[in-house]
Every structure is written in C-alpha cells, then in structure tokens.
C-alpha cells in the first residue's frame, strides 16, 4: 500500500516540476494594450542559466469567435472559431538572453479591438504562452 501511496504521490510532483520549468515573461502589458506597428517591442523574461534554446512565436486570434455550430461540439455544445495564426519568431532564443526584440508588424492585417496577440514559448515537452494578450494597430 504505501508503494502505491508513494507512486500516486509522486504524480503531482512531477507535474509541479514541469510547471517550474515555464519560462516567466516579465513584461507589464496594460489590459486592452495598443501596439504601434513598425515599433519594436522589447519581449523580456526572467534569464536562466542553461545552454539550450526555446522556439518563441506569436499568436493571434479573434476577440470574439465565429460561431461555427450551434450544438456540433461535445454534448450538443457550440463549436468557435477564434481564426487563430501562429507566426514563429526564432527557432532557437536562448534562454540566458533575457530578452527578444520583435519588430511588430500585424499578421494579415490583423489590427485593432477585433484581433488579439500574443507570445507563445516552446521547448523540450514544455510550452508556455504570455498571460497577457493585445491589440496592434497598423502603421499610418
């Protein structure tokens, strides 16, 4: 019993683990933040002391979704379409960097209340996205 007791116990722990190991961006994006296309924007995070790399991307997606059907989803539930895109950014950022400069520019005119952005980090089994979304605006 207490071998079984140990082996449930040990799954939390290496779930916490994996959570420990999410990268913490430390930008303080306002809620409903305008950024200016053709400005840059200085992405930073907490720098660790290791030798590999993360893919860092940006996303964006609808405020509100379209709605797809009204009850083909589980259970007779909707089904939305946010129209998301991802766009990779670099391949390799090392972790050690602290900060990424992204030129910003709108994904297929994606600018305004409408469309959300937002950065996304993957490395190894572990992925983690900004908490924050925001808006673009197009160039003048």
Avoid: C
């Avoid at 290791?50 to 979704?65: V, Y």
């Avoid at 030129?103 to 469309?115: A, K, L, M």
Wanted: aromatic fraction near 16%.
């Amino acid at each position: 019993m207490t071998r079984s007791l140990m082996k449930l116990l040990a799954i939390p722990a290496a779930l916490l683990a994996g959570a420990a190991q999410a990268i913490q961006f430390t930008n303080d994006i306002p809620v409903d933040a305008f950024y200016q296309e053709g400005t840059d924007f200085v992405l930073k995070w907490v720098p660790e002391n290791r030798a590999d790399t993360f893919k860092l991307s940006i996303g964006s997606f609808l405020a509100e979704p379209v709605l797809v059907s009204p009850s083909g989803g589980p259970l007779g539930s909707p089904i939305y379409d946010y129209k998301g895109v991802n766009i990779v950014l670099s391949e390799a950022v090392k972790f050690t960097d602290g900060n990424f400069t992204w030129p910003v520019q709108t994904i297929d005119g994606r600018e305004g209340f409408e469309w959300f952005y937002r950065f996304g980090a993957e490395y190894g089994f572990y992925s983690a996205d900004y908490p924050r979304a925001f808006h673009l605006s197009a160039s003048p």
